[in-house]
C-alpha cells in the first residue's frame, strides 16, 4: 500500500492549485480516502474526505473553496484549491483506510478518524 502526493507548490494569495494522490498496491474504490494538513508548530488537521460512493466532507476552513474527488480508474485522489490564503500554508497529506462509509467524513472542525495508509505529504506554500 504506498500513496504518493504531488502538486505542491508555492502559489500567490487568490490562486488556485491541485493536489493529487496516485495510489498503488491496491484498489481504493471502497477505501475512504483524505485530504489532510499540518501547518508548522500546529497540530494536522483534516481538510477533507470522501467516501466509497463518493460523498464528501469539508473542513469550514476551506467548505467552498476546495473540492476533493478520486478518480478510480486511475486511483488518483485529488484535492482542487482555489481562492487560496496565506493560512493554506501547509504541508498537505493523503490517507486511505477501509472505514465504514458513517465514519469517513472530516468534520467542521477539521477532526477525523484513524487512516492507516498515509503518504509522504507535499508542502503547499501560498503568499
Known amino acids: 500500500v504506498q500513496l504518493v502526493e504531488s502538486g505542491g507548490a508555492s502559489v500567490q494569495a487568490g490562486g488556485s492549485l491541485t493536489l493529487s494522490c496516485t495510489a498503488s498496491?491496491?484498489?481504493?474504490?471502497?477505501?475512504?480516502m483524505g485530504w489532510f494538513r499540518q501547518a508548522p508548530g500546529k497540530e494536522r488537521e483534516g481538510v477533507a474526505a470522501?467516501?466509497?460512493?463518493?460523498?464528501?466532507s469539508y473542513a469550514d476552513s476551506v467548505k467552498g473553496r476546495f473540492t476533493i474527488s478520486k478518480d478510480n480508474a486511475k486511483n488518483t485522489l485529488y484535492l482542487q484549491m482555489n481562492s487560496l490564503k496565506p493560512e493554506d500554508t501547509a504541508v498537505y497529506y493523503c490517507?486511505?483506510?477501509?472505514?465504514?462509509?458513517?465514519?469517513?467524513?472530516?468534520?467542521?472542525?477539521?477532526?477525523?478518524?484513524?487512516?492507516?495508509?498515509w503518504g509522504q505529504g507535499t508542502q503547499v506554500t501560498v503568499s
Open positions: 470522501i467516501d466509497s460512493d463518493g460523498s464528501t
Open positions: 490517507a486511505a483506510d477501509l472505514i465504514p462509509r458513517s465514519w469517513c467524513v472530516v468534520t467542521a472542525t477539521g477532526d477525523y478518524p484513524d487512516f492507516g495508509y
Open positions: 498496491g491496491h484498489t481504493y474504490s471502497s477505501y475512504c
